[in-house]
């Protein structure tokens, strides 16, 4: 009897394994942080959305795999991509030296470049203008701002936050002078707030910023298919259909603005 | 079998040899040590220390941040926790109904929801732009409550027939409280009291939500440049115990000594 249970126990104990190894090969496990649209959002019943899930899944079709959106939070995603909790991070994130050490990107899929969200007090016109004793800048942690904030503007006094949220309301009640960050979320929160914020909207430094997709160094297959796939994805007309579906007021405004577009 | 077996009744002196004491504790230590050290070199996360040591100077200011913060509140919170204890018990009604407002607004709602909005509803109106000020209060005024509770817990504890005799025998109010209630309910504030402190401290964390540059808030920082998530928390974690293990302690010391 008891022989009969433990075999029947391991008989469940393998399929289960088994079938879970099944699995893994067969769903395609994607990060991102669901915090910003119309990039990465969640739509009203809390389903994931915006350019970036719909790129995922895109990317998840050419390569036969069932897509699974993680929602993360941003400081979380480089290491759930190195302990294997999820299998690429699609989320805006820029291609810098810092992140290839410990990280692999695929080739570029879209521009961004940094701009300044500031008030009407602070009398900062240019970045040059932060770049001084006294003078206050709210960053998001982790993001490029944070790393071009510490790197080029060492007299200012810089300000960590974990939500752009809370980085605009500093700006708006002119605890800090600036806030700095993408292009399209700095117009966004400038039309949220016209009276009390300033954006300035020429990127601020010199060399372009890129968005990959990031995946394990070791996952060099997983980065050749990817990378294929986005040559092809800018060819066809993929990206363009998606900025149409989610970007087409910011494209405009772009364009008279004469900014470059994101792809 | 007398190096792991001693009885221990019901509120008994522990009285262990030294020898036993120590076999025990390095015991302990080395299950521990092989537990942790096996866990950690299995999972596959390869350490890297060298770019955490970098940073040093990041970890050293975030921990004296949060131990001058966790100072200050917990002086502060202990009076804020006193005198709501008593408006709890106050003459004048509105005091009365404004501490226990107090009590239940604060002890009811999550400690980040209030950072936020005493920050920038309240200390912007005030014009209270000082973060480190603004977050050392914010935290005094949330512990305050969870001490004003202890505190009237500790006291109503004390039986009533005490208070009534102490009165007949011809103390006033004040002597009675002096010398009847408080020696007695101070035993039982002691234990939760010194709890609470360490909460402070761990509490202190959330304040990384209006960049004050504390433990925790470094220690992510740390992380946002390096990647290195583990090796910047694992030093966060000791850094903590660091802090709230002697507090323990003293609590410990304190109790054996009222019991004599």
């Known amino acids: ?263 | 079998m007398d190096f792991f077996i001693q009885k221990n009744d019901f509120q008994e002196e522990e009285n262990l040899k030294v020898k036993v004491y120590l076999f025990n504790f390095f015991f302990l230590a080395i299950i521990m040590i092989l537990f942790f050290y096996l866990m950690f070199s299995y999972t596959q996360y390869d350490f890297n220390w060298s770019n955490i040591y970098e940073y040093k100077q990041k970890f050293i200011s975030g921990f004296l941040t949060t131990i001058y913060i966790s100072f200050f509140a917990l002086i502060l919170s202990f009076f804020i926790g006193l005198f709501f204890a008593y408006g709890q018990n106050s003459k004048i009604i509105l005091l009365r109904f404004f501490s226990r407002f107090y009590v239940e607004v604060i002890r009811g709602t999550p400690l980040l929801v209030q950072i936020l909005i005493f920050f920038y509803v309240f200390a912007a109106n005030i014009g209270l732009d000082n973060r480190y000020i603004a977050g050392t209060l914010i935290l005094a005024i949330f512990s305050g409550a969870y001490i004003s509770e202890i505190i009237r817990a500790g006291i109503f504890s004390i039986q009533k027939e005490q208070y009534e005799t102490s009165l007949s025998l011809g103390f006033t109010i004040f002597q009675t409280y002096r010398y009847i209630i408080f020696p007695q309910a101070y035993k039982r504030i002691i234990p939760p009291l010194t709890g609470q402190f360490a909460s402070i401290i761990k509490d202190s964390s959330l304040l990384s939500i209006i960049s004050v540059n504390e433990f925790t808030m470094n220690a992510q920082e740390v992380n946002a440049y390096t990647f290195s998530t583990l090796e910047s928390y694992i030093p966060l974690a000791i850094g903590y115990l660091l802090l709230t293990y002697p507090i323990s302690l003293y609590a410990r010391h304190l109790e054996k000594k009222m019991k004599d």
Not at chain 1, 212 to 241: H, P, S
Request: hydrophobic share 40%; glycine share 6%; net charge positive.
């Open chain 1, 1 to 263: 009897m008891l022989k009969k249970v433990t075999l029947v126990a391991l008989g469940l104990v393998l399929s289960a394994t088994m079938s879970l190894q099944a699995k893994e090969q067969k769903v395609l496990n994607v990060g991102m942080e669901l915090a910003y649209p119309p990039f990465e959002m969640s739509t009203k019943d809390g389903k994931p959305s915006g350019v970036s899930v719909d790129l995922a899944k895109a990317i998840g079709k050419s390569l036969g795999r069932k897509v699974v959106i993680k929602n993360i939070a941003w400081d979380g995603l480089i290491p759930s991509l190195k302990t294997k909790k999820i299998d690429m991070i699609i989320s805006s994130m820029s291609i810098t030296k810092q992140r290839e050490k410990v990280i692999s990107f695929s080739i570029p899929y879209a521009q961004a470049d940094l701009a300044i969200l500031t008030n009407p007090t602070s009398g900062v016109k240019s970045v040059e203008d932060l770049n001084q004793a006294g003078k206050v800048v709210a960053v998001k942690k982790g993001t490029t701002g944070n790393m071009y904030a510490i790197k080029y503007l060492k007299k200012a006094k810089i300000l960590l936050f974990d939500k752009e949220n809370t980085a605009v309301l500093e700006v708006i009640q002119k605890r800090a002078d600036a806030f700095i960050y993408d292009q399209l979320t700095i117009y966004r929160e400038w039309e949220k707030h016209k009276k009390t914020t300033v954006a300035l909207l020429k990127p601020i430094s010199k060399n372009h910023g890129y968005w990959g997709v990031a995946m394990r160094k070791n996952d060099k297959e997983l980065k050749a298919k990817v990378d294929a796939f986005i040559t092809q994805a800018k060819k066809d007309g993929t990206f363009d259909k998606l900025a149409n579906k989610y970007l087409k007021n910011a494209k405009e405004k772009f364009t008279e603005l004469n900014i470059p577009f994101f792809f």
